[in-house]
């Protein structure tokens, strides 16, 4: 009763983010699932969220955490924008309270996005945690310049009217994530995370052209994002994983993840994952990965995670690399 309670809460809080529009900035703060390891397992860790990873998936799984752990990631989405994700968890008391402090860079000159992100978990109960993310974010865009020299085609005139209607400026807002696991048996745990329930930006921008205008000062909010999921521990090295992502705007597809995990010999995971669009023209991506977890010695361990994502526009890899101490 007490998890459903909870969860009808924070999907109270979902409501008002419901049906919000994206910037008039393309791809603005575009949440591409950042980690190797969930990323393999189709993106369905909402339920499973048990390492550091679980800053970007849900902040209620880094409850769970009994030591330090830190990761990079690297992606170049569909081969045309680089992201740059650093993450570090820290358990305040073992397997009951944590915080978290995440960073994620993207894009270049045209457009650069940042967002600084700070996480606090708890155990409510012993099956119960809970967990929320504030995230600041700042991005700046039309900072690129254009040589005349590279198109020929074009008159200087022309490099340089372009030049002076090329739209520049920047964005400040924050964002508020918050989430909940129940471990239903030691096998069974559910998850629901609802991100971006308060997530305002304001905009400001110009063009340096005299017969142009650009759209100035504006503020708006990002979409909420919602996920429902679910983790099965079929025998002690094999995990499935299922979530649900309804759509909360018109813009936005209801999707289903699901994903399996074997671990071998406690050194080497072997992962697949797939998720469905039920409401768009993008119907199936698919993503295979694998993640090795070497001691080093005492409590120290490197892991290292690698995927590799099918997409109908284009094939994504996905790098991660951590350290556990």
């Known amino acids: 009763m007490r998890i459903i309670t909870i969860s009808m809460l924070i999907a109270s809080f979902a409501a008002a983010a419901i049906g919000q529009t994206l910037s008039s900035i393309p791809a603005s703060f575009v949440d591409i699932g950042f980690g190797a390891r969930p990323a393999a397992l189709g993106g369905a860790f909402a339920a499973v969220s048990n390492d550091v990873n679980a800053l970007m998936w849900n902040p209620a799984g880094l409850a769970v955490i009994d030591h330090n752990q830190a990761t990079f990631a690297y992606t170049n989405q569909l081969g045309l924008v680089p992201y740059q994700y650093v993450g570090l968890a820290h358990p305040l008391e073992a397997n009951t309270r944590s915080v978290g402090l995440a960073v994620v860079s993207s894009g270049d000159k045209a457009l650069r996005e940042l967002t600084v992100q700070a996480t606090y978990a708890q155990s409510i109960t012993a099956d119960l945690k809970a967990g929320v993310s504030v995230k600041y974010r700042h991005a700046s865009f039309g900072g690129n310049t254009l040589d005349g020299g590279d198109y020929f085609v074009f008159d200087p005139e022309e490099v340089s009217e372009g030049m002076a209607n090329q739209v520049q400026g920047s964005a400040n807002g ?78 936005i597809s209801n999707k289903l993840r699901a994903g399996g995990e074997l671990t071998l010999l406690k050194i080497v995971a072997l992962r697949a994952g797939i998720i469905q669009y039920l409401s768009n023209d993008i119907n199936t991506a698919y993503s295979f990965g694998v993640g090795c977890r070497a001691p080093i010695g005492g409590s120290i361990a490197a892991v290292f995670d690698y995927t590799y994502m099918h997409q109908t526009l284009a094939a994504t890899q996905r790098f991660s690399f951590g350290v556990e101490f």
Do not use: C
């Open 174 to 251: 924050f964002g508020l994530d918050v989430g909940v696991t129940y471990a239903l048996t030691h096998t069974v745990t559910f998850g629901v995370v609802l991100k971006d329930i308060v997530a305002p930006m304001s905009w400001s921008s110009k063009v340096n052209s005299t017969t142009a205008s650009a759209k100035g000062s504006y503020s708006e909010s990002l979409p909420a994002e919602i996920a429902i999921g679910s983790a099965v521990q079929v025998r002690d090295n094999f995990l499935v994983v299922v979530d649900y992502n309804p759509a909360t705007s018109k813009n």
